[in-house]
């Protein structure tokens, strides 16, 4: 049975974010929300709330296609000399106002990478409600944490754009599907929406053997892991091997309450809910957070224990990729040589990045390299074209990785921030000449 959801999108912090990695994927997102939504909104879930929040002076042109895809669009226009808009306080009071619709919504999705809305997400948690954000660009650990389920949003746009990247040849205003020809035949979805039974540790709804089943796979796709399975993996195992029955992890919503449903933790086996949720056999896996904070060469016994400890907590509270010293010069002289000769977007050349260093046999996420390439930018590099050589790059880096320490509350002493600016590369007297983080 579908997921009742409440869908909220702030506009200008996604069409922004998207424009800054690729302006056709923010023009994609813009001009065809009925293809987007459909996507989302699939066979576990269904939209009765679509609400969008917008600065009308700004973004006048795109209001049109969202109020064709059914959505309720709320004018959010700048109330400072800045731009500065009012379009999270009227979200976090809608969202909070429909804690109380007699409906009770069972999820709440956030179209928004502002960390503002943590204590948001918390609050929902707390009323036992589900959370998905779906996210167009990096954003802070702890709001990903705060979130049930985290969407890339790029990831689907990227699917519905053409092979060239860009949605120029897209049809014009208005869209087919928004046509009155073009709808689906219309259902009566009332039926299906009688009270949902709560489920528990003795749940009658899930046979024994399916149990067994369930299990059986799990344990299987464990012992052949060499490290923790990231939730978002786990589902898609269960996914192949019992198709839609796995949806909304069988009816449970949440990992965590499966998990302990079919009692898996008696095998051995244990899930962590640190970001994004892992499942781990207790007496073969490194635990998810050091496995996430460290890097291969860090756990190598003859690394320094020192820059060990430094780089384990750095990489903890900024998210810095744990990649060695030499691993960073690598990956510092080819965003040095790319951009020297007439770079790309955010988003090409973090998938350049990606596999080139992959080639390389360096361990680097697509994620991990957008993240280095955002602070870049965000710290004044121009990612299209810029004649910085690969040091500049790494004291720019440094600096923004030690105001980010800085921010976490970690007031590094001058030895650990000399051994730093050592492993990722930088210089031992940067200069200052990087300009402050602009905060999302």
Known sequence: MPKKTALFVDFDNVFLCLKAIDPAMADCFAKRPAEWLKQLEGSDRRFLIRRCYMNPTSFEEYRPYFIYSAFDVVDCPAVTMQGKTLADMHMTIDIVDRLMHPTRFEEFMLFSADSDFTPVLQKLREYDRQTCVVLAGPSSAAYRASADEILSLTRILEEMLPAGGSSQDSPSFPRPEYRQEARPEYRDYRQDYTPRPRLGL??????????????????????????????????????????????????????????TAINIY???????????????LTHKHTPPRELASLGEWLRNPAS??????????????????????????????YIAEQIC???????????????????????????????????????????????????????????????????SQWQMNADEHAMLLTWLGASTAPTAAATPEIQA
């Open 202 to 259: 003795n749940n009658e709804l899930m046979s024994r053997d399916k149990i067994e089943d369930i299990t059986k796979v799990l344990l299987e796709a464990l012992n052949q892991a060499s490290h923790a399975i990231p939730s978002a993996k786990v589902i898609e195992i269960l996914r192949e091997k019992f198709g839609a029955d796995a949806n909304s992890w069988f009816g449970f919503g949440r990992p965590a309450s499966f998990f």
């Open 266 to 280: 008696e095998q051995g086996v244990t899930f962590s809910q640190a970001a994004p949720g892992y499942l781990y």
């Open 304 to 333: 320094d224990p020192a820059l060990v400890a430094l780089a384990n907590k750095v990489c903890a509270l900024t998210e810095t990729p744990p990649l060695s010293p030499d691993e960073f010069q690598i990956c510092f002289n």
């Open 341 to 407: 000769h007439g770079g790309a977007g955010l988003n090409e050349l973090s998938k350049n990045l990606r596999d080139f260093a992959k080639d390389k046999e360096i361990s680097l996420s697509r994620q991990d390299a957008t993240g280095i390439l955002f602070l870049l930018e965000r710290n004044g590099v121009n990612l299209q074209y810029s004649n910085k050589p690969a040091e500049a790059l790494a004291d720019i880096y440094a600096e923004a990785v030690v105001r980010r320490c800085s921010a």
